[in-house]
């Protein structure tokens, strides 16, 4: 048997509670005072106990009433977000989270296509270098990248991630670049990060030196492109985001060799909204747009990781 009292009853004790005034609860939840008066001795009765003191016609909760009060009204609350995130569901705007780079290249020049194939959905793209928390925002889907492995949340594997390096044509011919190793010499964007080292390895060049200035660090692919079709530097880039300017020659990749740091790119969002229609179809769309560009990248990054 249930050891719940009756919600209305609950309820009616919430709201005087936290407003300390049964006339005041009673306007709040649409009842007269003798109701809610009524509800709160019915609760009291079944749990033997007084939850308010009264005095001179006034009220004030007792300490049973002051130890039940934040526990039920963190229970509504709960409850009123379930029912807010139900409506949400339905509603007929999209709000996804990207990173700078993915959501500034990739993700712009195509995400009119999505709206184009379902005009009842609206799309607000959030462009964010920070890892988003969908518990403190509204947002209902982001492109993370990682491991994958985020509890409470549905991990969906788009491709492995990966670099290599690009530059301007001029850039290229003017500092004579037709070997790796000539990438040691060249102005490089970034030059102390990490990845650089593994690249180098992937093209079989040891420890490379040192560099031989600090130069130039940006925030993001989409800084490092402008730099490097300016003719300031080469820049460890994904190919995948830069198809265009790759196609029409404003840059070019001198090798095909990339360098896999072993985290990839996912879809992500939490598990309790699995099935949401404005969701699946984004995924849905999502997946065909990158297999329009399989040809870029090679097959091994399209695979999920173990």
Same mark, same amino acid.
Request: net charge neutral; proline share 7%; aromatic share 8%.
């Given at each position: 048997?249930?050891?719940?009292? *009756? ?10 509670? !936290? ?16 109701? $809610?008066?009524?509800?709160? %001795?019915? #609760?009291?009765?079944? =749990? ?15 300490? +049973?009433? %002051?130890?039940? #009060? ?7 609350? +709960? ?5 807010? &995130? ?8 999209? +709000? ?10 990739? #993700? ?17 793209? #959030?462009?964010?270098? @920070? ?10 889907? &982001? ?7 985020? /509890? ?16 301007? *044509? ?9 070997? /790796?190793?000539?990438?040691? %010499? ?20 040891? +420890? *490379?030196?040192?560099?031989?200035? !600090? ?9 490092? &492109? ?24 404003? =840059? ?21 909204? $699995?099935? $949401? ?11 065909? @747009? ?6 870029? $990248? ?9």
């Amino acid at each position: 048997m249930s050891k719940l009292p *009756p919600l209305a009853a609950v309820r009616a004790f919430e709201a005087a509670a !936290r407003l300390e005034n049964f006339s005041r609860a009673a306007d709040e939840l649409g009842m007269t005072q003798a109701a $809610v008066s009524y509800q709160i %001795r019915q #609760l009291e009765e079944r =749990l033997g106990r007084a939850l308010f003191v009264r005095a001179k016609g006034r009220v004030r909760l007792s300490d +049973t009433g %002051r130890r039940l #009060l934040p526990a039920i009204s963190t229970a509504f609350a +709960t409850m009123n977000d379930a029912f807010a &995130a139900l409506s949400s569901d339905d509603a007929d705007i999209l +709000t996804i989270s990207a990173a700078i780079t993915f959501g500034g290249t990739w #993700l712009s020049a195509r995400i009119g296509r999505f709206q184009l194939r379902h005009p009842d959905i609206a799309v607000r793209l #959030l462009m964010s270098n @920070e890892l988003v928390d969908f518990d403190a925002t509204n947002v209902d889907v &982001a492109i993370r990248t990682g491991g994958g492995d985020w /509890p409470g949340l549905r991990s969906d594997f788009l491709f492995g991630s990966h670099v290599t390096p690009i530059c301007s *044509p001029a850039f290229r011919d003017a500092n004579a670049i037709v070997a /790796p190793t000539d990438l040691l %010499r060249a102005p490089r964007l970034a030059p102390n990060d990490p990845w650089w080292a593994g690249w180098f390895a992937a093209a079989g060049i040891g +420890t *490379p030196p040192p560099p031989s200035r !600090r130069g130039i660090e940006l925030d993001s692919q989409l800084q490092e &492109a402008i730099a490097a079709q300016g003719g300031f530097g080469v820049a460890l880039m994904t190919p995948l985001f830069w198809r265009a300017e790759l196609d029409s020659g404003r =840059l070019v990749r001198p090798f095909e060799t990339l360098y896999c740091p072993g985290t990839a790119n996912f879809l992500v969002h939490p598990e309790g909204r $699995v099935g $949401v229609r404005k969701i699946e179809r984004f995924r849905e769309w999502l997946h065909e @747009e990158l297999a329009m560009d399989r040809d870029l $990248v090679p097959a091994p990054l399209w695979q999920a990781m173990d």
